[in-house]
């Protein structure tokens, strides 16, 4: 099996780790029984593009074990751990991907489209673009794909929309199993994670401003909140920011929080959200670091051509001298700071998460051809599923609706 990682000889470094992911992904563990009985994937070749963490080989091995040819490229050129990347490779996975690949982060999308799959795992879109674009000769062999992450999904739904989207997606990140804890818990911690691996500053008494206030917002701030933070909350939407409000949050314009704020982080899956006039007001010191999927939430660009001296004062910490003299540090170019300074979301979020990209694929192949054109959610038996399995993990039993109940619910006539 061809593939391209730094160094295949961590292999034994990166089995280390993804022992340790098995362990904390039960979930995924139990489908991959039934996968290994069952091999609902033989004959299925799958492409994906994710971020190569002990956790994805937990879902590739799983994939493979299910009877899949699988191939991977990373899914930012900075979050691959290459002892897990050598890892795979060492077991018969085409992998295509090391940390600080800039150059040819393309380039190893397209090798992994070279098994010409079947079925495409994406986080961020990209390998579904490529696809669409530079290997539209492609395209006659998928049967349909997943979507991991929030950009993902928006950049499938135009697709969809423009109705140049070629073949089912099913949005992997709508799933409540998926959101309601991933980009919740998952990206709540791992920012906070990022950050400290990069900084080892102090949160507590600190001005920490989130901006944006969706569901990676809510647990960022909550967890920065419960480091002792003083923490304020950025956003355009008016009912996400009245949210914020009754959370107990501060919330106000950027430009207002960038003369108080002391570390901020994008959370948004938008651009320049952290612009010129913001980045000219912050205080010295400031730290910005970028937790959305790609790296234009703050103005990187900006920061390189308009600084005076730039140099990297820690591992992933390069600090800015700006021309009012004041210097700003950003971590990890600006790129997820949670996966690229860490180690991404726990093996406990991930296992639901992947849970579900496992059976959405599965999912994918009993459906072959039945399906249309566009951007499905995860069935809900699916979601509902992943579920029961995690609590049954957890060992917590819940109560069943009585019969009288399933008719009450269904019922309008009785009232007070
Ligand atoms: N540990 C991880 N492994 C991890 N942490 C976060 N993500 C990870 N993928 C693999 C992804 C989340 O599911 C990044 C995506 O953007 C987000 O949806």
Redesign the pocket.
Known sequence: MEYKVKDISLANEGEALVKWAEQHMPVLMDIRKDFKKDKPLKGIKISAC??V????AVLIETLKAGGAEVSLAG?NPL?TNDAVAAYLAKNGIAVYAWRGNHEEYYWCIEKALEIKPNITLD??GDLVTTLHTKKQELLSNVIGGTE?????VKRHRIMEKEGVLKYPIIAV?DAYT?YLF??RY??GQ?TIDGILRATSLLLAGKYFVVVGYGWCGKGLANRARGMGARVIICEVDEIKALEAVMDGFLVMPIEKAAEIGDIFVTVTGNKHVIDANAIQKMKDGAILANSG?FDNEINVKWLEENSIEKREVRKNVVEYKLGNGKKVYLLAEGR?V??ACA?????E??DM??ANQALAVKWLVENKGKLENKVYRVPDEIDREVAKRKLKTMGIEIDVLTEEQKKYLESWQEGT
């Open positions: 994710l971020h963490t002990k956790e994805t899914s979050s986080d961020g991991e992450t929030t950009t993902g990140n998926k991933d980009n998952g990206t791992s999927h997820l949670n996966l180690e991404g979301h726990p093996p979020v991930m998460s992947f």
